[in-house]
C-alpha cells in the first residue's frame, strides 16, 4: 500500500480551525472514544507514530486522571498537538461519535443497524469511508495455567458461561469448581462474545465477575486455578489458550494464520469510525497511517494481527483432504481471506483495501500474477454440484476484482464445500483463500 502525504502540523492546525463536528471547540486536536480493546494498547500507538510523523520532539503521554484515558501530545511550530484516547467500552464510543464529541469511534465490534440508522442522515457508517478494519483480534479463551482442559466447542464454552456447566471434572479436567469471568455490558468484546458464544441460546451466570479492563480480566483468570473467562489476543498475558471449535470444523487456537485469516472461529475485526466526508483531515490521516504499512507494523507490535500479508505454510491435520494437500504442495497460504457482505456476492470492505494488500505484498517480494492460485470455498449446499459452482463463482469474483485493480491473470480454483472453519450455515466457510507459489 502506498506511503500517504505526510502534511505539516501547521496546515492539520490550519484545517482543523475549520472543520469540526462539534458545535464548539474540543479541548483537544483530536479524540478517540470506544473500546478499551482498542484504546488500551493499540489506539495510543498508531496515535504516537502518526504524532511523530507531524510534529517535533518527542510524543508525551499523561493520564486525565479518569482510569482508561490519556492525552497525547507533541509540539509543533504553532504549538502543542493533543489526542484524547477515551476506552470506556465500544458503545461509548458510538455515542460520543454521534453527538460530535468523537472524531473517531474504536470499536471490537461492528456497528450496530440501529447505530446506523441514528446517524444516516449525516453519514452512512457501513460504507467504505466510514467504517475501517484496523485490525484483526482473535477473542481469547482463557484458563489457569495449570488446567489440564485444552480445548472444547463454541456450544460446551456457552454452556459453562451459562453456569449448566459448573465443575471442571465435567470436562475431564480436575475436581474444581468453575469461575466465570467476563467484559462489562459497555464492552465490545462482550457483545461479541453475548453474538458468538451465548447467541440466544444462553444468558450469562449471575456469578460472572465483570470487568472494563481486558488485562486485569486475564491477570485475575491466571491467579485462579478455576478460572476462565475471555479478552483480546493482546491480553493472554500468563494464562494458558485453549483451542475452540465451531460445529464440525476441528478445534484452532488463535495465531498469525488463524486469526489473520479469520479461520479461527472466535476472531473478529477491530474498527475505527469516522463520519464520511464529514470526517476532519486529522482524523482522517490517523486512519490512513492506520491502515498503511508503518500503521500495520504497529499492529503487529501492539499484540493484535497485522493486516500486511505474509506467507505461512499451514500444518495440516489429519481432516485435510489429501486432493487438497496435493492441490497446495508447492505453494504457501497469505495470511488473508477475501470474504464478501453477509448474503452478497460484493466484497466488503475489509477485502477491498486487501485486493491493494495482496499486490503490493507482490511487488514487494517481486513476485508476480503467475505465483498466486485463489481457492473458493462454499458452506454446505444442498447439492455437492451447486456448492462446487459457488466456490468457484467466489474465486471468480476476487479475480475480477484483482484484474480491475491491476493483477491479471491470476489461477483460480473452487473446492465446495470441503473443508469447513464454521458450523453449518457460519458465513465465514464462504471464502476465498490466497496461496502463493513457494520458491
Known sequence: MPDFTRKTAGHWLAMLASASLCASANAHELEIHGSNTVGATLAPMLVTGHLEQIGKGA?????????????????????????????????????TLASGQADIWASSRPVKPGEAQQVST???????????????????????PSNSVSSMSIQTLGQIFAGEIRNWSELGGPDRAISLYARDDRSGTWDTFKSLVLGKTYTLDSSALRYES??????????????????GLASVRNSKLLA?????????????????????????????????????????????????????????????????PIAVKPEFDSSV????????????????????????????????????????????????????????????????????IISELRALSVRKALYQAGLDRVAYTGYGQYMPVGGSGNQRNGRVEVWIRAR
Do not use: C, W
Not at 482508561?68 to 461509548?92: F, W, Y
Open 214 to 231: 481486558n488485562d486485569q480480566l486475564s491477570d485475575d483468570v491466571s491467579r485462579d486455578p478455576g478460572g476462565i473467562g475471555f479478552s
Open 122 to 144: 449525516q453519514a452512512d457508517l457501513t460504507a467504505l469511508e466510514s467504517e475501517h478494519v484496523i485490525a484483526i483480534d482473535g477473542l481469547a479463551i482463557l484458563v489457569h
Open 244 to 308: 475452540i471449535s465451531d460445529g464440525n470444523a476441528p478445534a484452532l487456537k488463535p495465531n498469525q494464520l488463524t486469526v489473520a485469516s479469520e479461520d479461527y472461529p472466535l476472531s473478529r475485526r477491530l474498527f475505527m469510525y469516522t463520519m464520511g466526508n464529514k470526517t476532519p483531515d486529522f482524523a482522517r490521516e490517523l486512519i490512513e497511517f492506520a491502515l498503511g504499512n508503518e500503521g500495520q507494523a504497529l499492529v503487529a507490535e501492539s499484540g493484535f494481527i497485522s493486516q500486511n
Open 59 to 95: 510524543v508525551n503521554a499523561e493520564s486525565t486522571g479518569v482510569e482508561n484515558e490519556k492525552i497525547l501530545s507533541i509540539a509543533s511550530d504553532d504549538g502543542p498537538l493533543s489526542v484524547l484516547v477515551a476506552a470506556h467500552g465500544s458503545s461509548t464510543g458510538f455515542r
Open 321 to 388: 483432504p489429501d486432493t487438497f494437500k496435493r492441490l497446495t504442495a508447492d505453494y504457501q497460504r497469505l495470511t488473508v481471506n477475501f470474504r464478501f457482505s453477509e448474503g452478497r456476492t460484493k466484497l466488503d470492505n475489509k477485502a477491498q483495501r486487501d485486493l491493494l494488500r495482496v499486490i503490493d505484498y507482490l511487488e514487494q517480494h517481486g513476485r508476480s500474477a503467475d505465483d498466486l492460485l485463489l481457492i473458493g470455498f462454499a458452506d454446505a449446499q444442498s447439492h455437492e454440484l451447486r456448492a462446487q
